[in-house]
């Protein structure tokens, strides 16, 4: 299994950046999948997940209403469209199947950096 | 919003047991995972539904749950073990995961 990342760089406050997942050697439209991100030196936040279909997506409180998390299940590619960035949304960002009731296989990329400031 | 809290720190010399607890509301009706994360790695999975350890993680990984409060237990820890360990689950109403405070081990 292989989660690759990109997209990241650095984007002055207020701008957009889209991150892209691409995802092989796993039934990748079988499985829900999140983003997750690390602040440089600090604890891992979950930060949004979309449905195995593509129909249900959940965000946390902090990307609320400026994140957006979609799939393209023909191109095993997850994506994270980021607008209104702020300096703290500076972090590393993974995308990841993360192990469930149901599913317990478990897998990370090695996640894209995104940095933003002025 | 939904808070899973660990100790900052556990410090414990080689061979030792290391205990991480995790405690959070709805972690009698949610499962429990864990993770270990080394320095510029993505974290890696060592426990997941409370207890159950995926194939090649060392038998000394062990999970248990109590209740608010879930424990991960390192026995006989070695120097490779030293890593930051973060627990991981669903709100009570299973809508967003969260991720604990995270926990550096620290092997004397």
């Known amino acids: 299994v292989q989660l690759v990342e990109s997209g990241g760089g650095v984007v002055q406050p207020g701008r957009s950046l889209r991150l892209a997942c691409a995802a092989s050697a796993f039934t990748f439209s079988s499985y829900g999948m999140h983003w997750v991100r690390q602040a440089p030196g600090k604890g891992l936040e979950w930060v949004a997940v979309?449905?195995?279909?593509?129909?249900?997506?959940k965000y946390a409180d902090s990307v609320k209403g400026r994140f957006t998390i979609s799939r393209d299940d023909s191109k095993n590619t997850l994506y994270l469209q980021m607008n209104s960035l702020r300096v703290e949304d500076t972090a590393l960002y993974f995308c990841?199947?993360?192990?469930?009731?149901?599913?317990?296989?478990?897998?990370w990329g090695q996640g894209t950096l995104v940095t933003v400031s002025s | 919003s939904y808070e899973l809290t660990q100790p900052p720190s556990v410090s414990v010399s080689p061979g030792q047991t290391a205990r991480i607890t995790c405690s959070g509301d709805a972690l009698p009706r949610q499962f429990a995972y864990w993770y270990q994360q080394k320095p510029g790695q993505a974290p890696i999975l060592v426990i997941y539904?409370?207890?159950e350890r995926p194939s090649g993680i060392p038998e000394r990984f062990s999970g248990s749950s109590s209740g608010t409060t879930v424990t991960l237990t390192i026995s006989g820890v070695q120097a490779e073990d030293e890593a930051d360990y973060y627990c991981q689950s669903a709100d009570s109403s299973d809508t967003y995961r969260v991720f604990g405070t995270g926990t550096k081990v620290t092997v004397l």
């Open positions: 990841a199947k993360l192990s469930s009731g149901t599913n317990p296989g478990d897998y």
């Open positions: 979309i449905s195995y279909d593509g129909s249900n997506k």
């Open positions: 539904k409370d207890s």
